[in-house]
């Protein structure tokens, strides 16, 4: 009989705030209370402030037409032509809106409580207050490297203003003013304010330059000249005046405008060798003369200072030696901080209006209708014991059939929202639970998608007695341990590739297997092994089986570059790309091949110079029982208007070409010519339902012993490789 689940107690949940970029909808998601992780800070969030420049774009664009934001991105247009000449135009829309249909989180001024700290830190304690750069979020997890302790003396309203101030104060670093120079801050917006403030603490004079009245009142307020060009007032005249003729010495353009005046402006107005810092975004259609001849500075400055999106810094914790980097983020945002604490930063003056956390609607509200708003503060007051559910129910007393299989899914990121978890419900799985470390995508994957519950709480999952079968969809070097844990608690296992990333995790997972079949009985593991189920190539194995000559196979996949410091690429995280996605074609060529591999071998691009990444440029060839043997060639140097796989056959006088899962053709071969699809198929929706299928026949959609066979070979290929 279909059985209830029962209905949670209505708690307030931890509540956050997203922007949808497809209809420009702010929206406060109630999520599960994120998990606290080494090398960051759980805080309890008393006090967020909306940054007026940047969350303001971000709104306006997602209100914006699909036309409108394509022409304020023409590099990403060029992007999605590429991909709807090699992947097809129902694809790339496919791929486009799941982009644009992604809430991303807003907010990064944050101040709060210490109520638990991860491992491998120190400096920090339970009850510190703190600012860091987490969202508007009743409970922030954070790296420690982007936090900072708040003096006594300093209230939250003032602290609130410490990550916005340190982008002004980055900027004036780069711009080095010394005592006495004169500067002009183009923008006096809620950045353009601090930095005056910032420039004036160094000893300069300085000029404010902006449209807005109310802005420029308070510049001079903070002991700046001002000019206001809807007067008719010419900025350049202004600034050689200000600057009694000689040139001012140094502009920081803190406006947001796609014009190019302000910085044609800033040059023009510059002394000989003067420095020009651009804190934030104009248009940059800019005359070489005007830098040429006086041998001006240009520099953009990066957010909060050193450290910003180096995942070394920020994610892993490593902070970069005070002896060679005296100010990162981090120490940038102490400086700000004891220049509240000691009144030469004045931050009330900044605050333009404070809500509740409940009434966020009204603050997007004042934020997009009142152009001249500033600080907008957000208090949160709520109960800590409110935050803390680790367990969100999205569709409460909804009745389960315990006859069929019921889904946990532990990772929310773009494949399983993409691509795994719509074709789990589109072959009919009941979807339970959904859970992430962090909670936020939990909550809104499962929102989007029918899931009955979200959570922060993975081992919740795996414990759960009302779910039987779990597909981890996680970073890949989680998957053999939640593979393993999965197993012993008597799941059926869906993972997405990789398997293991080395021999030690894959003979954890097979020891893991065998213990539960032989304990329990009839469990099934399966790997994301997708291709082998695309129509095209189940038509190519039917073709396959009617000759008996031994076959050659050729495999391209032109994978794309990636950087050296993404996740993939990190042996210990990602495995490398060999391992995290080869081991596709290396499992497409064992199914095609229908016998065991019996060798291995591997090359790939030598050391030179300018080659950042070698492995991803290599070949693995592969030998068959029967005489077959075929290369897969893995490329990251190809163009991105290639197709991005190619599969060929050769055997008995015949060939197969299949190219990009859209387009199969035969040559030479009786009563076949083309098997062609409207869209791209990768055989992502069979995959699934091979896998729900498994669990109600017993059968094993990928038999057992070819998984461990493919994750054996695709390891020591990578090995190969690696020792070379």
């Not at 830190?121 to 900072?148: E, K, Y």
């Not at 007051?381 to 409110?386: D, H, T, V, Y």
Request: proline share 5%.
């Amino acid at each position: 009989m279909p059985k209830k689940l029962e209905t949670e107690r209505p708690w307030r949940k931890m509540k956050q705030v997203v922007q949808r970029l497809d209809s420009g909808e702010t929206q406060i998601i109630e999520a599960p209370a994120p998990a606290n992780a080494a090398g960051h800070l759980l805080i309890r969030t008393t006090a967020t402030l909306i940054s007026a420049g940047t969350e303001r774009m971000l709104v306006d664009f997602g209100k914006s037409s699909m036309l409108a934001k394509a022409r304020q991105q023409p590099e990403r247009v060029k992007e999605v032509l590429a991909k709807v000449r090699t992947d097809g135009l129902v694809t790339t829309l496919d791929a486009v809106r799941s982009k644009l249909g992604q809430p991303i989180p807003l907010g990064y001024c944050n101040v709060g409580e210490v109520i638990a700290v991860g491992e491998d830190i120190d400096g920090f304690t339970v009850g510190d207050r703190v600012v860091s750069n987490g969202p508007h979020a009743d409970i922030v997890r954070v790296p420690h490297n982007l936090c900072a302790r708040i003096p006594d003396g300093v209230d939250d309203e003032a602290a609130a203003f410490t990550v916005v101030a340190s982008i002004g104060l980055q900027g004036v670093r780069l711009a080095g003013p010394t005592l006495g120079e004169v500067f002009v801050v183009t923008g006096a917006g809620l950045i353009g304010l601090l930095t005056i403030q910032l420039l004036r603490a160094q000893g300069c004079r300085v000029m404010a330059i902006d449209f807005d009245e109310a802005k420029l009142a308070l510049a001079r307020a903070f002991g700046a000249k001002t000019c206001n060009p809807s007067l008719g007032i010419d900025p350049v005249a202004a600034g050689m005046a200000f600057s009694r003729g000689r040139g001012v010495d140094g502009v920081i353009v803190t406006a947001s405008t796609q014009s190019s005046d302000p910085m044609r402006q800033a040059a023009q107005m510059c002394r000989k060798r003067g420095r020009i810092v651009l804190v934030g975004v104009t248009g940059l259609n800019l005359n070489r003369a005007d830098f040429y001849e006086k041998e001006l500075s240009f520099q953009v400055s990066c957010s909060y200072g050193p450290g910003r999106y180096d995942p070394e810094y920020e994610d892993k914790g490593r902070d970069y030696p005070i002896g060679f980097v005296r100010w990162t983020e981090g120490r940038n945002f102490e400086a700000v901080l004891d220049m509240i604490s000691e009144q030469r930063l004045d931050t009330a003056p900044l605050i333009s209006k404070c809500f509740p956390f409940e009434e966020v609607a009204q603050a997007y509200r004042t934020l997009t209708e009142d152009k001249s708003a500033l600080g907008l503060l957000l208090k949160y007051e709520s109960p800590l014991e409110e935050r803390l559910t680790r367990k969100t129910m999205l569709l409460p007393n909804i009745a389960l059939d315990t006859t069929r299989s019921v889904m946990g899914v532990i990772g929310a990121g773009n494949y399983a929202t993409r691509m795994l978890i719509p074709a789990l419900k589109q072959a009919g799985a009941q979807l339970h639970t959904i859970a992430t470390p962090g909670g936020l995508s939990s909550a809104i994957t499962g929102g989007g998608s029918g899931f009955l519950a979200a959570s922060s709480d993975v081992s919740a999952v795996l414990a759960s007695p009302e779910i039987n079968a779990v597909a981890i969809v996680t970073r890949h070097d989680s998957h053999a341990s939640l593979v393993s844990e999965a197993l012993f608690a008597g799941k059926h296992v869906f993972v997405e590739k990789p398997l293991a990333l080395n021999f030690d995790e894959l003979e954890q997972v097979e020891s893991a297997y065998r213990q539960a079949v032989q304990t329990l009985g009839g469990r099934q593991l399966m790997v994301g092994f997708n291709r082998r189920f695309a129509p095209q190539v189940r038509r190519v194995k039917q073709l396959l089986g009617g000759v008996q000559a031994p076959k050659t196979f050729l495999i391209t996949m032109n994978a794309g570059a990636i950087p050296k410091g993404h996740w993939t690429q990190d042996r210990n995280v990602g495995g490398g790309r060999i391992i995290g996605e080869a081991c596709h074609m290396i499992d497409l060529m064992r199914f095609l091949a229908d016998n065991p591999i019996v060798s291995i071998q591997a090359r790939r691009m030598g050391d030179a110079p300018g080659v950042e990444m070698a492995e991803d440029k290599a070949s693995i060839t592969l030998g068959f029982e029967d005489g077959s043997f075929g290369t897969i060639m893995y490329l990251a140097n190809g163009a991105s208007t290639f197709p991005k796989e190619r599969v060929e056959v050769f055997t008995a006088g015949r060939t197969l070409q299949l190219d990009n899962f859209r387009r199969l053709t035969g040559f030479g071969w009786p009563g076949f010519k083309k098997y062609n699809l409207m869209r791209q198929d990768k055989g992502q929706q069979a995959c699934a339902a091979a896998f729900l299928d498994s669990l109600g026949s017993g059968t094993a959609a990928i038999p057992p012993e070819e998984i461990f066979e493919v994750s054996r070979a695709t390891i020591e290929a990578a090995l190969i490789l690696r020792a070379q």
